[in-house]
């Protein structure tokens, strides 16, 4: 099973800031089969970002994603309230597929 | 629109089954995978399993290989998790979620299920 870890836990941040989130993979994994996803409280998952750096239909310009093998980063350019949720990572890689640890983003 | 339909809340007895539905609309049922995640109040995303409606092949994460059985009744475009011999470790969020096409993220996701396991 691929591990997939994230940091940091939780963090705060400032309108306006960049943020950048992290997802360590326990072994190698192709970035066609790393996903990113934004969760709301009470509210299921959505798609953030396909195959690593691809923005899903909706979603503002100020996301983006990279990385490749083991490592890889969700960054929002520019914090606004509305990005205030929990955020995970994702690989399709291989059974079973498995989602990261998650981060909570706050606003200070 | 692919919609993926889910009932709100579940109360299940320990040690009673319980059956979770997702119906599915917008999309031809029997086309696409229909996966299960599980979440536990306050915790991360555990992905359970799959099943094909085509033919009911189904891909299950082993650590609910006695946990989870998935079906499907395609005359209704229905898929359904059974969970045997609930335990408190049960109680969770189970969303229905179906892949992007044959690719292997999910575009789409029902509202989820709050299962709540209390005698």
């Known amino acids: 099973e691929i591990v997939l870890i994230q940091s940091p836990a939780t963090m705060a941040a400032s309108p306006g800031e960049k943020i950048t989130i992290t997802c360590s993979a326990s072994s190698s994994i192709s970035s066609n089969y790393l996903h990113w996803y934004q969760q709301k409280p009470g509210f299921s998952p959505k798609l953030l970002i396909y195959?690593?750096?691809n923005l899903a239909s909706g979603v503002p310009a100020r996301f983006s994603g990279s990385g490749s093998g083991t490592s890889y980063s969700l960054t929002i350019g520019t914090m606004e309230a509305e990005d205030v949720a929990t955020y995970y990572c994702?690989?399709?890689?291989?059974?079973?597929?498995?989602f990261g640890s998650g981060t909570k983003l706050e606003i200070k | 629109q692919v919609q993926l339909q889910q009932p709100g809340a579940e109360l299940v007895r320990p040690g009673a089954s319980v059956r979770l539905s997702c119906k599915a609309s917008?999309?031809?049922?029997?086309?696409?995978?229909m996966n299960w995640v599980k979440q536990r109040p306050g915790q991360g995303l555990e992905w359970i399993g799959m099943i094909h409606p085509s033919d009911s092949e189904t891909r299950l994460n082993q650590k609910f290989k006695d946990k989870a059985t998935l079906t499907v009744d395609k005359s209704s475009s229905t898929a359904y998790m059974q969970l045997s011999s609930p335990t408190s470790e049960d109680s969770a969020v189970y969303f229905c979620?179906?892949?992007?096409?044959?690719?292997?993220?999910?575009?789409?996701w029902g509202q989820g299920t709050l299962v709540t396991v209390s005698a």
């Open positions: 195959r690593t750096s």
């Open positions: 979620s179906r892949h992007y096409y044959d690719y292997d993220w999910f575009a789409y």
């Open positions: 994702q690989q399709g890689s291989s059974i079973p597929f498995t």
């Open positions: 917008g999309y031809s049922f029997t086309t696409y995978w």
